[in-house]
Protein backbone atom coordinates (compact mmCIF):
# COMPACT_ATOMS: atom_id res chain seq x y z
CA UNK A 1 0.00 0.00 0.00
CA UNK A 2 0.91 3.88 -0.23
CA UNK A 3 3.78 5.40 2.24
CA UNK A 4 3.34 8.19 3.74
CA UNK A 5 6.47 9.73 6.03
CA UNK A 6 6.53 13.03 7.76
CA UNK A 7 9.26 15.16 9.05
CA UNK A 8 10.51 15.95 11.14
CA UNK A 9 9.26 13.43 13.74
CA UNK A 10 9.53 16.21 16.96
CA UNK A 11 9.49 20.10 16.52
CA UNK A 12 10.28 22.45 19.30
CA UNK A 13 9.57 26.59 18.60
CA UNK A 14 9.51 29.44 20.27
CA UNK A 15 6.66 31.45 20.45
CA UNK A 16 6.32 33.50 16.87
CA UNK A 17 8.51 31.49 14.87
CA UNK A 18 8.13 30.19 11.54
CA UNK A 19 8.32 26.60 10.30
CA UNK A 20 7.53 24.24 7.88
CA UNK A 21 6.30 20.46 7.83
CA UNK A 22 6.45 18.07 5.21
CA UNK A 23 5.15 14.97 4.38
CA UNK A 24 6.13 12.73 1.44
CA UNK A 25 3.97 9.86 -0.24
CA UNK A 26 5.03 7.10 -2.29
CA UNK A 27 2.11 7.06 -4.92
CA UNK A 28 -0.73 9.05 -6.84
CA UNK A 29 -3.54 10.35 -4.60
CA UNK A 30 -7.13 11.68 -4.54
CA UNK A 31 -7.22 13.03 -1.49
CA UNK A 32 -4.61 14.76 0.74
CA UNK A 33 -5.80 16.39 4.30
CA UNK A 34 -3.35 17.81 6.83
CA UNK A 35 -4.48 17.80 10.56
CA UNK A 36 -4.10 18.73 13.56
CA UNK A 37 -4.53 16.32 16.33
CA UNK A 38 -5.26 18.21 20.18
CA UNK A 39 -4.38 16.82 23.48
CA UNK A 40 -7.86 15.40 23.87
CA UNK A 41 -7.11 13.46 20.96
CA UNK A 42 -9.38 15.79 18.61
CA UNK A 43 -8.23 15.55 14.85
CA UNK A 44 -8.81 19.01 13.51
CA UNK A 45 -9.10 19.57 9.70
CA UNK A 46 -6.59 22.03 8.59
CA UNK A 47 -6.27 21.71 4.79
CA UNK A 48 -8.23 19.56 2.35
CA UNK A 49 -5.58 19.81 -0.65
CA UNK A 50 -4.59 17.32 -3.41
CA UNK A 51 -3.06 19.95 -5.22
CA UNK A 52 -2.35 23.15 -5.02
CA UNK A 53 -1.94 25.76 -2.72
CA UNK A 54 -4.12 27.35 0.20
CA UNK A 55 -3.76 29.69 2.96
CA UNK A 56 -6.00 30.10 6.21
CA UNK A 57 -4.68 32.56 8.33
CA UNK A 58 -1.30 31.64 10.22
CA UNK A 59 -1.41 28.65 8.29
CA UNK A 60 -0.75 27.33 4.81
CA UNK A 61 0.09 24.38 2.58
CA UNK A 62 1.04 23.44 -0.36
CA UNK A 63 0.99 19.84 -2.12
CA UNK A 64 3.03 19.29 -5.39
CA UNK A 65 0.82 16.06 -6.30
CA UNK A 66 3.52 15.21 -9.56
CA UNK A 67 6.37 15.39 -6.79
CA UNK A 68 4.21 13.57 -4.42
CA UNK A 69 4.89 16.03 -1.36
CA UNK A 70 2.98 18.29 0.24
CA UNK A 71 4.05 20.95 3.16
CA UNK A 72 2.41 22.80 5.98
CA UNK A 73 3.56 26.11 6.98
CA UNK A 74 2.98 27.83 10.13
CA UNK A 75 4.09 31.45 10.90
CA UNK A 76 4.13 33.28 13.83
CA UNK A 77 3.60 30.17 15.78
CA UNK A 78 1.47 30.21 19.37
CA UNK A 79 1.17 28.04 22.25
CA UNK A 80 -1.81 26.75 20.89
CA UNK A 81 -0.50 25.45 18.06
CA UNK A 82 1.42 22.56 20.01
CA UNK A 83 -0.12 19.03 19.42
CA UNK A 84 0.73 16.56 16.76
CA UNK A 85 0.15 17.07 13.27
CA UNK A 86 -0.53 14.48 10.54
CA UNK A 87 -0.55 14.63 6.69
CA UNK A 88 -2.76 11.81 5.31
CA UNK A 89 -3.47 10.71 2.10
CA UNK A 90 -6.32 8.15 -0.09
CA UNK A 91 -4.52 6.70 -2.73
CA UNK A 92 -6.33 5.85 -6.08
CA UNK A 93 -8.59 3.47 -6.04
CA UNK A 94 -9.17 3.20 -1.97
CA UNK A 95 -12.14 5.22 -1.74
CA UNK A 96 -12.46 7.29 1.60
CA UNK A 97 -9.79 5.05 3.01
CA UNK A 98 -6.96 7.85 4.18
CA UNK A 99 -3.67 6.52 5.06
CA UNK A 100 -2.21 8.17 8.02
CA UNK A 101 1.78 9.25 8.52
CA UNK A 102 3.43 8.94 11.83
CA UNK A 103 2.34 13.23 12.48
CA UNK A 104 4.94 15.40 13.56
CA UNK A 105 5.23 16.74 17.62
CA UNK A 106 5.05 20.59 17.68
CA UNK A 107 5.95 22.11 21.54
CA UNK A 108 5.75 25.93 20.79
CA UNK A 109 7.33 27.70 23.72
CA UNK A 110 7.16 30.98 25.24
CA UNK B 1 -24.32 21.76 12.25
CA UNK B 2 -23.39 19.45 15.04
CA UNK B 3 -20.38 17.79 14.61
CA UNK B 4 -19.44 13.94 14.52
CA UNK B 5 -20.22 12.88 17.63
CA UNK B 6 -19.25 9.57 19.35
CA UNK B 7 -20.62 7.76 22.34
CA UNK B 8 -19.12 6.97 24.85
CA UNK B 9 -16.29 8.77 25.30
CA UNK B 10 -14.24 6.48 27.60
CA UNK B 11 -14.94 2.85 27.89
CA UNK B 12 -13.40 0.59 30.34
CA UNK B 13 -13.66 -2.92 29.39
CA UNK B 14 -11.66 -6.90 31.20
CA UNK B 15 -10.46 -9.10 28.55
CA UNK B 16 -12.81 -11.73 26.90
CA UNK B 17 -16.07 -8.94 27.32
CA UNK B 18 -17.08 -7.03 23.93
CA UNK B 19 -18.32 -3.56 23.58
CA UNK B 20 -20.11 -1.33 21.00
CA UNK B 21 -18.86 1.93 19.94
CA UNK B 22 -21.67 4.57 18.23
CA UNK B 23 -21.37 6.85 15.95
CA UNK B 24 -23.51 9.82 14.26
CA UNK B 25 -22.29 11.76 11.29
CA UNK B 26 -22.43 15.11 10.07
CA UNK B 27 -26.13 16.13 9.00
CA UNK B 28 -26.38 15.17 5.63
CA UNK B 29 -23.22 13.10 5.56
CA UNK B 30 -23.50 9.76 4.07
CA UNK B 31 -20.50 7.99 4.16
CA UNK B 32 -18.46 6.80 8.17
CA UNK B 33 -15.08 5.39 8.52
CA UNK B 34 -13.91 4.01 11.38
CA UNK B 35 -9.94 4.16 12.66
CA UNK B 36 -8.02 2.82 15.43
CA UNK B 37 -5.44 5.03 16.85
CA UNK B 38 -2.50 3.48 18.86
CA UNK B 39 0.68 4.46 20.54
CA UNK B 40 2.76 1.75 19.06
CA UNK B 41 0.62 1.04 15.19
CA UNK B 42 -0.77 4.91 15.19
CA UNK B 43 -3.73 5.70 13.00
CA UNK B 44 -5.42 2.85 11.30
CA UNK B 45 -7.80 1.95 8.78
CA UNK B 46 -10.61 -0.17 10.55
CA UNK B 47 -13.24 0.08 7.60
CA UNK B 48 -15.82 2.75 5.73
CA UNK B 49 -19.64 2.24 5.32
CA UNK B 50 -21.98 3.76 2.80
CA UNK B 51 -25.53 3.54 2.05
CA UNK B 52 -25.81 0.45 4.97
CA UNK B 53 -22.78 -1.25 2.97
CA UNK B 54 -19.13 -1.95 4.25
CA UNK B 55 -17.04 -0.43 1.33
CA UNK B 56 -13.58 -0.88 2.37
CA UNK B 57 -12.05 -2.46 5.72
CA UNK B 58 -8.56 -2.50 6.92
CA UNK B 59 -6.27 -5.24 7.73
CA UNK B 60 -8.20 -5.98 11.27
CA UNK B 61 -9.18 -9.40 12.74
CA UNK B 62 -13.07 -10.98 12.31
CA UNK B 63 -13.59 -9.85 15.76
CA UNK B 64 -13.89 -6.15 14.43
CA UNK B 65 -17.22 -5.59 12.64
CA UNK B 66 -19.59 -2.87 12.06
CA UNK B 67 -22.81 -1.54 10.35
CA UNK B 68 -24.47 1.36 9.56
CA UNK B 69 -27.83 2.23 9.98
CA UNK B 70 -30.78 3.75 7.25
CA UNK B 71 -29.86 7.26 9.11
CA UNK B 72 -26.01 6.69 8.68
CA UNK B 73 -25.30 6.53 12.24
CA UNK B 74 -22.75 3.53 12.49
CA UNK B 75 -21.25 1.62 15.32
CA UNK B 76 -18.30 -0.43 15.43
CA UNK B 77 -18.07 -3.71 17.64
CA UNK B 78 -15.38 -5.29 19.18
CA UNK B 79 -15.75 -8.74 20.64
CA UNK B 80 -13.32 -10.99 22.63
CA UNK B 81 -11.48 -8.11 24.01
CA UNK B 82 -7.65 -8.38 23.94
CA UNK B 83 -5.09 -6.01 25.64
CA UNK B 84 -4.03 -4.96 22.46
CA UNK B 85 -7.50 -3.72 21.62
CA UNK B 86 -6.84 -0.42 23.71
CA UNK B 87 -6.99 2.27 22.06
CA UNK B 88 -8.65 5.54 20.76
CA UNK B 89 -11.31 4.69 18.29
CA UNK B 90 -12.48 7.86 15.54
CA UNK B 91 -15.22 8.28 13.71
CA UNK B 92 -14.73 9.90 10.50
CA UNK B 93 -17.71 11.02 8.19
CA UNK B 94 -17.87 12.28 4.80
CA UNK B 95 -20.76 13.68 2.20
CA UNK B 96 -19.65 10.92 -0.31
CA UNK B 97 -17.29 8.24 -0.81
CA UNK B 98 -13.41 9.22 -2.04
CA UNK B 99 -12.35 12.40 -3.14
CA UNK B 100 -14.10 14.17 -0.13
CA UNK B 101 -12.88 15.96 3.25
CA UNK B 102 -13.35 13.67 6.25
CA UNK B 103 -14.47 15.50 9.71
CA UNK B 104 -13.26 13.30 12.91
CA UNK B 105 -15.27 13.04 16.11
CA UNK B 106 -13.90 12.95 19.33
CA UNK B 107 -13.30 9.66 20.10
CA UNK B 108 -14.15 6.73 22.14
CA UNK B 109 -10.72 5.84 24.77
CA UNK B 110 -11.44 2.34 25.14
CA UNK B 111 -8.88 0.53 27.68
CA UNK B 112 -9.01 -2.99 28.15
CA UNK B 113 -7.72 -4.54 31.51
Known amino acids: GIQVEQSPPDLILQEGANSTLRCNFSDSVNNLQWFHQNPWGQLINLFY???GTKQNGRLSATTVATERYSLLYISSSQTTDSGVYFC????????????FGTGTRLQVTL | KAGVTQTPRYLIKTRGQQVTLSCSPI?????VSWYQQTPGQGLQFLFE???????NKGNFPGRFSGRQFSNSRSEMNVSTLELGDSALYLC????????????FGPGTRLTVL
Open chain 1, 49 to 51: IPS
Open chain 2, 27 to 31: SGHRS
Open chain 2, 49 to 55: YFSETQR
Open chain 1, 88 to 99: AVESTGTASKLT
Open chain 2, 92 to 103: ASSVSLGTDTQY
